[in-house]
Each structure stands twice: as C-alpha cells, then as structure tokens.
C-alpha cells in the first residue's frame, strides 16, 4: 500500500485510523520542514514513537531523571550499557532492578500521547507510510489500540481551550490552603472527606504540590502529561484542595562559553581594528557616506532596549492580573491592587520614571496601555 500525500488532503486522525482499520505493520513519517515524527506500528497497533523537535524533553532517560525515579549517576551507567549491548534503554532500567516495567510502560504511553497530541496542531506537512517490519521490544512488549488513541486524543483537543483558561502558564505555581485539612472538633473537614474519593493519579498530583514547584515541574514529576496534569489540577482547583500561590518567572541565566588565551587575542586584533576603521569614518565623514549619514544613520531607533523592558512590565503586568483574577473572582479595580497582594513591584507600574501604564476596567475586561 502506497501511502503518502499532505496534511492538507488527510487529517492526522484519518491517516492513523487507516493504517489501525487496516492492521498494517510500518512507520510513518510525518514532515513539516525540518520537524520530523516517526510513528511505528505492528498489525496496525502503535508500539513507538520518536521526534527530532522536541528536543531532550522526549528522551526516556531524561524524563526519568525529572521524575526522580532515577539519579543523573544511574543514567549515565545505563547509557554506557546501551552504549556496548545497543539495547533499549527501558530493557536495561529493568534487567538493573532500576525500574519495574510498569514505570517504563508508563512513560512510554505518556511519550506517545504528547508527540501524537502535539501532531493534531499541525496545519501543513507531508507524511509517508513504509511497509516494514517494526523490532518490538522483547523484554517489554508493548502497543497501543489507534482507536483508543486517538479517541482520548481528540477528547485532549476538544478540552483543552477551557483548561487553558485556568492553567494558563507552565510557571504557575500552585499551594493547599492552610487549614482545609485539619479536623475540627474531631471532625473532619470536607476536603479531608473529599480527600478519601481522588484516584490515584490526583492523589498522586496533589502529593506533589508543595507550593514552591511550578505547573512544569507537576508535569515532569507525575509522568502522567500536560493535559492530564492539567485536568487533575483544575479538578483539585474546583474542589478546593489547592489554590494559585504566585507565578515563578524563569530566570536568565547566561551561558558563558570558555575561549582560549589565543581566540581572546584574535578576537581583540580584529575588534580593535574594527573600531578603528569606524573612528576613521566618523571623523574624517567622507563624501559617498555623506548622502546616508544624516538620513540614516542619525535615525537609528536607541529606544529599542527600552521597549524590550516595556515588553517584559506588560508580560508581568499582565501575568498578576490573570493571577489576582483567578484568586479574587475578578479584575482589580486600580494596577495599585497589584502592588497590594504582593504580585509586582511599584516600580513596574511606570514605563518611565513619573509616567504610569493606563489601565481601565469595562464589561469586566481590562484595557492596558502606555
């Protein structure tokens, strides 16, 4: 069977279900530029899947070491075994006694959920259907029903809009109210009721909440995905065992690459005459620069810097607003609101120094500007 064409003339779900329908053993190749996804199937079963866009986040070992089910130390073993005996990763995790096979099944499901997941958002791309034999792990075998996929799949996409609403940022951080637990009288409270009805995965999640680990780190933690992670904590939102705590801004931290003394020396030589060549035009101004000099180079934009921060006060502003929103039911009347429940400083209120952002609140929407 000759498979191939674009996107544009078959949807995800109806390539995936045809080679599930007919039981088909292959890989499919999906391409959109220089991104590439790799679905593998056995008797129209999905056993495997692999990306070159997503990055580290897709690799088994590294997902294992953000959950903490291995250590930085114990991957490394492993890779040097994979590295002399070429077996999978998982297989080697479980013949170590690192890991049962429930928790590399675990992940692998999770991995084919979020590179499928995230296949549904594409718009344009060419894909490709090899009808091969596909190696299926020996120590752990594995597949998954395309019609199981792709139904919660397409549930994911349909849900997402209105968790997105609430769970809006991967650095949101996310704490258990004071007290919702404790007994009263000796008697318990209604989240300590309530408590005793969660599945597993949402006591798994609330375990893990402890009011300094962002939206992100929930998702690494739990191996359980973003939308399901997502899911459970608006559930526990709803319910009330947690509440927003704060948004935690990634900081920047500055990548500072070692050069040797002779690269230092090179890169002085040919900055300084650099330099001195520019010096020399200025001064001397010859006259074919002279046409460009005052239209050009006197124009140049040296506010550019500045806008980047006014970008950076409005992201922020903008982020406490959601947050002062989600917690109080509503939009502050005044941006001094803000400064009041310690979700910004003073000083990003103005874009410049006696200037202030305008805000306004009207039909429950706000309007920000400068």
Same mark, same amino acid.
């Given at each position: 069977?000759?498979?191939?064409?674009?996107?544009?003339?078959?949807?995800?779900? $109806? !390539?995936?279900?045809?080679?599930?329908?007919?039981?088909?053993?292959?890989?499919?190749?999906?391409?959109?530029?220089?991104?590439?996804?790799?679905?593998?199937?056995?008797?129209?079963?999905?056993?495997?899947?692999?990306?070159?866009?997503?990055?580290?986040?897709?690799?088994?070992?590294?997902?294992?070491?953000?959950?903490?089910?291995?250590?930085?130390?114990?991957?490394?073993?492993?890779?040097?075994?994979?590295?002399?005996?070429?077996?999978?990763?998982?297989?080697?995790?479980?013949?170590?006694?690192?890991?049962?096979?429930?928790?590399?099944?675990?992940?692998?499901?999770?991995? !084919?959920?979020?590179?499928?997941?995230?296949?549904?958002?594409?718009?344009?791309?060419?894909?490709?259907?090899?009808?091969?034999?596909?190696?299926?792990?020996?120590?752990?075998?594995?597949?998954?029903?395309?019609?199981?996929?792709?139904?919660?799949?397409?549930?994911?996409?349909?849900?997402?809009?209105?968790?997105?609403?609430?769970?809006f940022s991967p650095h949101l951080v996310f704490r258990k109210p004071l007290g919702a637990e404790e007994k009263s009288a000796g008697v318990?409270?209604?989240?300590?009721?309530?408590?005793?009805?969660?599945?597993?995965?949402?006591?798994?999640?609330?375990? !893990?909440?402890?009011?300094?680990?962002?939206?992100?780190?929930?998702?690494?933690?739990?191996?359980?995905?973003?939308?399901?992670?997502?899911?459970?904590?608006?559930?526990?939102?709803?319910?009330?065992?947690?509440?927003?705590?704060?948004?935690?801004?990634?900081?920047?931290?500055?990548?500072?690459?070692? !050069?040797?003394?002779?690269?230092?020396?090179?890169?002085?030589?040919?900055?300084?005459?650099?330099?001195?060549?520019?010096?020399?035009?200025?001064?001397?101004?010859?006259?074919?620069?002279?046409?460009?000099?005052?239209?050009?180079?006197?124009?140049?934009?040296?506010?550019?810097?500045?806008?980047?921060?006014?970008?950076?006060?409005?992201?922020?502003?903008?982020?406490?607003?959601?947050?002062?929103?989600?917690?109080?039911?509503?939009?502050?009347?005044?941006?001094? $609101?803000?400064?009041?429940?310690?979700?910004?400083?003073?000083?990003?209120?103005?874009?410049r120094k006696g200037v202030s952002y305008q805000y306004e609140l009207k039909d429950e929407k706000y309007i920000l500007k400068h």
């Amino acid at each position: 069977m000759a498979l191939q064409g674009t996107l544009k003339d078959f949807s995800i779900t $109806e !390539i995936i279900q045809l080679i599930g329908q007919q039981l088909k053993t292959g890989v499919l190749k999906i391409r959109r530029g220089k991104s590439l996804v790799e679905i593998s199937f056995v008797d129209g079963m999905i056993v495997h899947v692999n990306s070159n866009y997503r990055g580290k986040k897709d690799l088994i070992g590294e997902i294992l070491v953000k959950a903490q089910l291995i250590t930085d130390e114990q991957l490394e073993r492993v890779l040097k075994v994979q590295k002399e005996t070429l077996k999978y990763i998982g297989e080697i995790l479980v013949e170590l006694g690192l890991l049962t096979k429930e928790d590399i099944l675990k992940v692998i499901t999770t991995q !084919i959920y979020e590179t499928i997941y995230d296949l549904f958002w594409w718009e344009d791309g060419a894909f490709n259907f090899d009808l091969k034999l596909v190696e299926s792990y020996k120590k752990i075998p594995f597949a998954l029903s395309t019609e199981q996929v792709l139904l919660n799949i397409l549930r994911m996409v349909d849900e997402w809009s209105e968790i997105e609403k609430k769970i809006f940022s991967p650095h949101l951080v996310f704490r258990k109210p004071l007290g919702a637990e404790e007994k009263s009288a000796g008697v318990l409270s209604p989240q300590s009721l309530m408590r005793e009805k969660l599945t597993s995965e949402q006591e798994l999640v609330l375990n !893990i909440i402890d009011g300094t680990r962002t939206v992100q780190e929930i998702i690494d933690r739990c191996l359980l995905g973003k939308f399901n992670t997502s899911e459970i904590l608006l559930n526990l939102m709803e319910m009330g065992f947690i509440e927003v705590a704060g948004i935690r801004t990634p900081s920047l931290v500055k990548k500072v690459r070692m !050069i040797n003394f002779r690269e230092t020396l090179t890169f002085v030589y040919y900055g300084a005459f650099l330099i001195l060549i520019f010096l020399l035009l200025i001064y001397f101004k010859p006259n074919f620069l002279r046409l460009f000099w005052d239209s050009k180079i006197e124009r140049v934009n040296i506010e550019a810097p500045a806008l980047f921060v006014h970008r950076a006060q409005l992201d922020r502003i903008k982020s406490a607003l959601e947050i002062f929103y989600l917690e109080r039911g509503a939009y502050p009347q005044k941006l001094e $609101e803000l400064v009041t429940a310690r979700l910004i400083r003073k000083s990003d209120l103005f874009y410049r120094k006696g200037v202030s952002y305008q805000y306004e609140l009207k039909d429950e929407k706000y309007i920000l500007k400068h």
